[in-house]
């Protein structure tokens, strides 16, 4: 069974940095493209990021870009999004989600509010 | 990077079927077979429901079909059922190779 566990989630001030992390069981993580999609508060998905199975190729979209980066360790099976100069408008639940155009299994999703 | 075009709600009685349209543009939905819709209940993940446009997901009733004309691409639901209450996104591997979501649809069962 595929398990997405994502973690990191927190309260922080704008300009302020945090790293969500998930943690992947279930399959075969290092052959898999990984994506981070975000939902803000009552709004719809948005697609974030998403990264290559060895870690070579990064998309990222255009409002998080410069400073989001996205990671992936496949030797512990886990996929990374560090977050730097947070604003206000990143408050959403993530959610990493396994595979790169169609998201077959995903996480239940960490929090991340970002205010003063 | 527009979003996908949703209509914001969609309904029908149980029993009957009821179908929900996604617009994009030659850039998107209407260059790539890689459309996708996810159906997402209230407080909960979203789950996968059609990829590539018609093939539906591992454990999805076949009450559940999609197509594909031009830019625009829907998802059918025939047979309502209660269950089926839920917001349905669809989402469009785009040419910028960034993935594209539609604002949502809240489908609800009379």
């Known amino acids: 069974e595929v398990q997405l566990v994502e973690s990191g989630g927190d309260l922080v001030q704008p300009g302020g940095s945090l790293r969500l992390s998930c943690a992947a069981s279930?399959?075969?993580?290092?052959?898999?493209?990984m994506t981070w999609v975000r939902q803000g508060p009552g709004k719809g998905l948005e697609w974030v990021a998403n990264?290559?199975?060895?870690?070579?190729?990064?998309y990222y979209v255009d409002s998080v870009k410069g400073r989001f980066t996205i990671s992936r360790d496949n030797a512990k099976n886990s996929l990374y999004l560090q977050m730097n100069s947070l604003r206000v408008e990143d408050t959403a639940v993530y959610y990493c989600?396994?595979?790169?155009?169609?998201?077959?299994?995903w996480g239940q999703g960490t929090l991340v509010t970002v205010s003063s | 990077q527009s979003a996908l075009t949703q209509p914001p709600s969609a309904s029908g009685s149980p029993g009957q079927s009821v179908t929900i349209s996604c617009t994009g543009t030659?850039?998107?939905?209407?260059?790539?077979?890689?459309v996708s819709w996810y159906q997402q209940h209230p407080g909960k993940a979203p789950k996968l429901v059609i990829y590539?446009?018609?093939k539906r997901s591992s454990g999805v009733p076949d009450r559940f079909s999609g197509s594909k004309s031009g830019n625009t691409a829907s998802l059918t639901v025939s047979g309502l059922q209660a269950e089926d209450e839920a917001d349905y996104y669809c989402?469009?591997?785009?040419?910028?190779?960034?993935?594209?979501f539609g604002g949502g649809t809240k489908l609800t069962v009379l």
């Open positions: 989600a396994k595979n790169r155009i169609a998201a077959s299994d």
């Open positions: 989402s469009s591997y785009a040419a910028s190779k960034n993935l594209l």
């Open positions: 590539e446009v018609t």
């Open positions: 279930g399959f075969s993580f290092s052959t898999n493209w």
């Open positions: 990264i290559k199975e060895d870690g070579s190729e990064k």
């Open positions: 030659s850039s998107d939905v209407g260059n790539y077979n890689y």
